[in-house]
């Protein structure tokens, strides 16, 4: 089973779009595995956006990222990764498909709700940057077989 992170970012919470988020991964049939209300570390946001240090908004997204709380969540099922990344919509608003969170609720790159691993191995690494293994809970739900095939 896949694992993702998945951050309500500053601009998620602010705007009271935390329950919007999380219902529609609930109701996707995704299941939630670990969750936490924080501020972002100067030194966390940094090891999280590593790989976009150097580019012209990098700054402008670590003090983004650092602002205000963001909602941290662990979510998985089968293909988690992509089935997470499609509900959010494109990186860029504007090119996210209707339906989409960041359709539906963003306008501007550097404003675009969330944050979603974007590959199976990031996702894994990015659970273990932001949770210790005692927050992650392994749980079965009742509805489970009516929603992952095996
Ligand atoms: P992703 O969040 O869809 O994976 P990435 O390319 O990994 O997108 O970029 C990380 C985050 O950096 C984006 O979600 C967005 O908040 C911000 N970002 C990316 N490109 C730009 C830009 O051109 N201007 C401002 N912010 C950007
Ligand atoms: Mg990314």
Do not use: C
């Amino acid at each position: 089973m896949e694992r993702t992170l998945v951050l309500v970012k500053p601009d998620g919470v602010q705007r009271g779009l935390i329950g919007e988020v999380i219902s529609r991964l609930e109701r996707r049939g995704l299941r939630m595995v670990a969750a936490k209300f924080m501020a972002v570390s100067q030194e966390l946001a940094e090891t999280h956006y590593a790989i976009h240090k150097g580019k012209p908004f990098y700054d402008g997204l670590i003090s983004y990222i650092t602002s205000a709380p963001v909602m941290a969540m662990v979510w998985e099922g089968p293909q988690a990764v992509a089935a997470v990344r499609q509900t959010m919509g494109a990186t860029k608003p504007v090119e996210a498909a209707p339906g989409t969170l960041r359709h539906d609720f963003a306008l501007e790159v550097g404003r675009n709700l969330t944050h979603a691993s974007d590959s199976v191995e990031n996702g894994a690494k990015e659970v273990e940057l932001w949770f210790k293994k005692s927050e992650l809970v392994e749980w079965k739900r009742e509805v489970d077989r009516w929603v992952f095939e095996k």
